[in-house]
Each structure stands twice: as C-alpha cells, then as structure tokens.
C-alpha cells in the first residue's frame, strides 16, 4: 500500500540553526499539508500546498516557515531559526484530490524534531 | 471552524463492538464528519468519513443521527491494534483545506 514518507524520523539541532524536513508523498497526489503535535497537545494545521504555492496556512506558519517541492516527489519544510518552542512531531501528509471534495488525508509517520 | 465534543477516554474488551460517540450541535449544512484516529507514536490515520447516510468501510462504521448533530464511529470487533486517541473532525466546502484536530477520545482496548 502506498505510503506517505518522512526523514528524518528524529532531529536534534541548536536553537537558532535552520532544518529542512523531508517528506515523499504519495507519488500521484497533488495536495500536500504539513501539520505539527507538541508533546502531550493537539495535532495542529500548519500549511497546505497545491499546483507550486501555499493553499492555506496557519498564525504559526510564520516567516520562520517555508514549504517547497523542489523535484516531483518531495515536499520540504523549512525552519529559518528555530526556538526550543519549534520542538514537537511535525506530520507531512497527501490526498489526491480536492479537500473540498472531502477526501480522505494520508499521514506520514512524522519527524521529531526537539531543539535545544 | 465547528466545534465537535468527544469524551476524553473509553474502554472496551478485546473482540466486543465499540462506540465512540461525537456531539456537533452547530454543525452546517455542508460539513462532512470525518474520523482519524492516532495509534500511540504514529502520525493519524483517516478511518471514515460521511455527510448525512451512515456509511461503511472495511475498518469501521459511521452512525450519523438524523438531525445531524451527532454521529457515532462503530468498530465492530475491537482488536488491540485499535487502542488509539479517535478524532472527530467537521470538514466543510469552501476554502478549507485544513483538518482541525481536537482532544479526541482515548480508546483502552483490554485483552
């Protein structure tokens, strides 16, 4: 069954340093959406991404955020500077159609990203 | 966004029918119910999802009242594999490409 992937599964990195979190969504859909669970909280939206631009985004998706899909199968999120509050499991997920359309929504198993 | 309530926890024995009920007394017209649900250490997972009919899948059913303001996600026979925190989610048209996740309700399956 096809599945959403994201590397790393763990990330450890200095406050103020840049990551990019990987993901490769499922290879024919075309809407993508990053979403983020601090430890012990609600699963929360960040952005989603369709046709090369951004959808929708979240107050969190700050310009501290980016997204990018830099060849045909990965979509990237991009911390500029990150703080320890940046520290939770970021979730990459993919559908193949509309969300308006109501279609379901596939997971990746997340990243943890912890900063200090 | 609607808001939907869910008890916090639920316990159910291994291999008996669950229901986890939902309340959205405000949902519109055009929302859709869906459920995820979040196995421990592992990114959610779409289970169901339905607008007025009760639906069916190989995972699940979906009770949904006639007046639309509350549903009920049936699992039939539950396995220790089902233990995890269950999402009720109102979805509707427009622009909303967001799924907006409560507190959900924490299944305990004992063996």
């Known amino acids: 069954e096809p599945e959403v992937t994201q590397t790393p599964s763990h990330q450890v990195t200095q406050m103020g340093q840049e990551v990019i979190l990987r993901c490769v969504p499922i290879s024919n859909h075309l809407y993508f959406y990053w979403y983020r669970q601090i430890l012990g909280q609600k699963v929360e939206f960040l952005v989603s991404f369709y046709n090369n631009e951004i959808s929708e985004k979240s107050e969190i998706f700050d310009d501290q955020f980016s997204v990018e899909r830099p060849d045909g199968s990965n979509f990237t999120l991009k911390i500029r500077s990150t703080k320890l509050e940046d520290s939770a499991m970021y979730f990459c997920?993919?559908?193949?159609?509309?969300?308006?359309?109501?279609?379901?929504?596939?997971f990746g198993q997340g990243t943890r990203l912890t900063v200090v | 966004d609607a808001k939907t309530t869910q008890p916090n926890s639920m316990e159910s024995n291994e291999e008996e029918p669950v229901h986890l009920p939902c309340n959205h007394s405000?949902?519109?017209?055009?929302?859709?119910i869906h459920w995820y649900r979040q196995l421990p250490s592992q990114g959610p997972e779409y289970v169901i999802h339905?607008?007025?009919s009760n639906v069916n899948n190989r995972m699940a059913s979906l009770a949904i009242a006639e007046d639309r303001k509350s549903s009920t996600l049936i699992l039939h026979r539950a396995t220790l594999r089902d233990a995890a925190v269950y999402y009720c989610i109102l979805r509707g048209g427009g622009s909303n490409y967001k799924l907006t996740f409560g507190k959900g309700t924490l299944l305990t399956v004992n063996p």
């Open positions: 997920a993919s559908s193949l159609e509309n969300p308006r359309e109501n279609t379901e929504a596939f």
């Open positions: 405000t949902i519109s017209g055009t929302d859709y």
């Open positions: 339905g607008l007025t």
